[in-house]
């Protein structure tokens, strides 16, 4: 590509000397998390950045014409648990770019060389890794990347961008990760140059391996799909009529490993926690909030709860979540440089929250990725330790429950599980021993799976959901 070309996707307003973040995933969370820290660098004089935004799918077409048509800017809304809400104009994002399926736009900006760090952000299944942290070859986008070239993944998106960057000679780029998987910078650092490899790129492979890092980070800040009523909460704040605002809690926190190859903003002006290693952060933001958070979600489906604090708001469900953590994650992760205990009130009260309204079946999703991912690793460390876990055993257990009443059709909303599949949810459900069958599953639990332990706790929980829930 000329040089020349290379600029033509770039905001006319925002000068090429600009050093820029290209971020992948123009969702809520994005817009009220990385977008926000750097708009308050922004408001505090800090002119050396700006963020670039756009899609690797075509599943949010109308939020990218009302941004583009807004000039990137929307208004974010927070609120307390005490109801207090604020509101605030983000600037941040000086470029939405439009998605195509060739995705020129994102790979036009992130071959350029003032793009100094690509973030993004995926569900806990778009690493399409199994439990050995391997690429899985069963899914079909990931096939496809592979063997027609198509940028259906973030590894073939991120493998037409670096294939760019190279041929451009742009320089070395940061890979930043912004989800809830633990080791999340590591994880995809290992599923990128597997990709590669299999892709049979050896030249491409080596730059990368000598041209990228990937720090580990921690992202935390509930934000739930906005409900319409806030467009018409901001209009009456603001006055201003915002297609696309959106809403979180006040709570907000960001760990980062200062692992940067390329330059980064100097995010620690405004609250971001610059770290050597991020792992005792995410260990108990994972296990404490991610994991309680779940627990919540399929307890509260299954009383036919709608939302999270309204199901926080039941004893039963609230004490499990309780009992989870500091019976069996607080002697797991002891001892920490976070308090712990404190954590984990502090979890609850935010969940408590009624004005976020967050949904149970957002966070009642990917329930094949959180059992590994949230929930395995605590059972593990108690079973290695000859600890018990009765405490943790009720959140698959729940789960469990939860599948069956999806399948007898009584949960009301639409569940999204992108790792599940449903022939092997049917052969679990319709098997002698359900819960055999479920404890057995590789895909669940990994080298746990048909542990006789683990078996005979989850079991002990599951006969006991319907006299607690009941």
């Known amino acids: 590509m000329q040089p020349h070309a290379k600029h033509n996707l770039m905001s006319h307003t925002t000068p090429l000397s600009i050093k820029r973040i290209l971020h992948l995933g123009v969702g809520a969370f994005h817009r009220a998390h990385q977008a926000w820290y750097l708009n308050l660098l922004l408001e505090g004089g800090e002119t050396k950045w700006a963020l670039a935004a756009g899609n690797i799918r075509p599943d949010m077409p109308e939020l990218l014409l009302d941004l583009q048509a807004q000039g990137g800017e929307y208004t974010l809304e927070t609120v307390t648990p005490a109801g207090i809400f604020s509101y605030e104009r983000i600037r941040s994002i000086s470029d939405i770019l439009p998605w195509t399926a060739d995705l020129k ?13 690509i973030s993004f952000t995926v569900t806990e299944a778009g690493y399409y890794l199994n439990q050995h942290q391997q690429l899985d070859l069963s899914y079909d986008d990931l096939r496809s990347d592979l063997e027609q070239g198509t940028q259906l993944t973030i590894y073939g998106a991120m493998g037409s961008i670096l294939r760019a960057r190279r041929d451009d000679d742009a320089g070395p780029v940061t890979l930043l990760c912004c989800d809830n998987i633990r080791s999340n910078g590591d994880h995809f650092r290992k599923g990128l140059l597997d990709f590669l490899a299999r892709r049979g790129e050896p030249a491409l492979l080596t730059w990368a391996q000598d041209n990228i890092t990937c720090p580990n980070g921690m992202v935390d800040r509930i934000t739930p ?13 603001t006055g201003l009529h915002d297609k696309c605002a959106v809403m979180a809690e006040e709570f907000s926190q960001w760990v980062v490993e200062d692992h940067f190859c390329n330059g980064r903003p100097p995010w620690e002006k405004v609250g971001v926690e610059m ?5 005792p952060y995410e260990e108990a933001k994972i296990r ?29 469900i609230k004490q499990m979540a309780f009992d989870y953590v500091t019976d069996d994650v607080i002697p797991c992760l002891s001892p920490s440089i976070i308090d712990l205990a404190q954590y984990r009130d502090t979890v609850l009260d935010r969940f408590s929250n009624p004005y976020i309204n967050d949904t149970i079946e957002r966070v009642a999703a990917d329930g094949f990725a959180k059992i590994p991912g949230f929930i395995a690793p605590t059972i593990a460390e108690r079973l290695a330790q000859q600890q018990p876990f009765v405490s943790t055993a009720m959140l698959p257990a729940l789960f469990l429950a939860f599948l069956q009443s999806r399948a007898a059709g009584n949960i009301t909303f639409s569940y999204k599980d992108q790792a599940m599949d449903e022939a092997t949810v049917a052969s679990i459900l319709n098997a002698a021993d359900c819960v055999r069958a479920f404890c057995g599953n590789a895909l669940l639990w990994g080298p746990l799976a048909g542990n006789a332990i683990l078996e005979a706790n989850v079991r002990d929980a599951y006969l006991s959901i319907k006299g607690k829930l009941s």
């Open 275 to 279: 770290v050597t290693s991020v792992m």
């Open 288 to 316: 404490i909030l991610n994991a309680s958070h779940s627990c919540i979600a399929w307890a509260g489906a299954l009383k036919g709860f709608d939302t999270i604090h309204a199901a926080l708001a039941d004893p039963v």
């Open 105 to 117: 736009a994102v790979v036009a900006v992130g071959r350029h060389e003032d793009t100094r760090v």
């Open 225 to 237: 799909k906005p409900p319409a009523e806030v467009k018409d909460r901001v209009k009456a704040a």
